[in-house]
């Protein structure tokens, strides 16, 4: 089982980047890195899927270099309601998957 | 196009009574997962179904059972519950696992308490 490791907390401000890191030192050849958000009382929602190098959209980007042992979330120009638990998972053979205790990002204004 | 349903969204239960929990989805996927989220923590696997026909142990099984009713239904049972099973259980369904690459869509949640 691939395990993950992520800040517990971020703080930050409206208007600026935020920058999570997660390691993953045992990912597998195969494994893909996505990342999920979660709000208070709600299931998580994907946000962002990648295998190497860098994969944007409207919502994220996500950084992995070329060793694949680490990976980074991007949120550009956050907003109060990017408030949330980020979690981050790599893919293991039998679906057996991990979210960890995820990192809390608090946007203050 | 609904997504991923789950009933009840709210039970409580004594301990010893039995319940199952339901999910639905409509998206004609493959895979199915069932989650439970203690407060203040992730999400562990308790089981999941990779294709209609077959179920397999998540991180966490004990005190539980799962049946793939058909491709879009996948229930969650509790025979006898137990305190230590209140949480909130969370279904997804996601396309298949094929060659790592998966993204999962997730129900409401139902919120569990055992006394």
């Known amino acids: 089982l691939a395990k993950t490791t992520q800040p517990i907390s971020m703080d930050s401000y409206e208007g600026q980047e935020v920058n999570i890191t997660c390691s993953h030192n045992?990912?597998?050849?195969?494994?893909?890195i996505t990342w999920y958000q979660q709000f208070p009382s709600q299931g998580p929602r994907f946000i962002i899927q990648?295998?190497?190098t860098k994969v944007t959209n409207e919502v994220a980007s996500l950084f992995i270099p070329a060793d694949r042992k680490s990976s980074t979330l991007s949120l550009p120009r956050v907003s109060l309601s990017d408030t949330a638990v980020y979690y981050c998972?790599?893919?293991?053979?039998?679906?057996?998957?991990?979210f960890g205790a995820g990192t809390t990002v608090t946007v203050r204004a | 196009n609904a997504g991923v349903t789950q009933t009840p969204k709210f039970q409580v239960l004594k301990t010893g009574q039995s319940m199952t929990l339901q999910c639905a989805q409509d998206?004609?996927?493959?895979?199915m997962y069932w989650y439970r989220q203690d407060p203040g923590m992730g999400l562990r696997l308790i089981y999941y179904?990779?294709?209609?026909?077959?179920?397999d142990k998540g991180e966490v099984p004990n005190g539980y059972n799962v049946s793939r009713l058909n491709k879009r239904e996948f229930s969650l049972r509790l025979e006898s519950a137990a305190p230590s099973q209140t949480s909130v259980y969370f279904c997804?369904?996601?396309?298949?696992?094929?060659?790592?690459?998966?993204?999962?869509?997730f129900g409401p949640g139902t919120r569990l308490t055992v006394t």
């Open positions: 997804a369904s996601s396309p298949g696992l094929a060659g790592g690459n998966y993204e999962q869509y």
């Open positions: 990648g295998y190497k």
């Open positions: 045992n990912i597998a050849t195969n494994d893909y």
């Open positions: 998206m004609n996927h493959n895979s």
């Open positions: 998972l790599v893919g293991d053979v039998g679906y057996k998957l991990s």
């Open positions: 179904s990779a294709s209609e026909g077959t179920t």
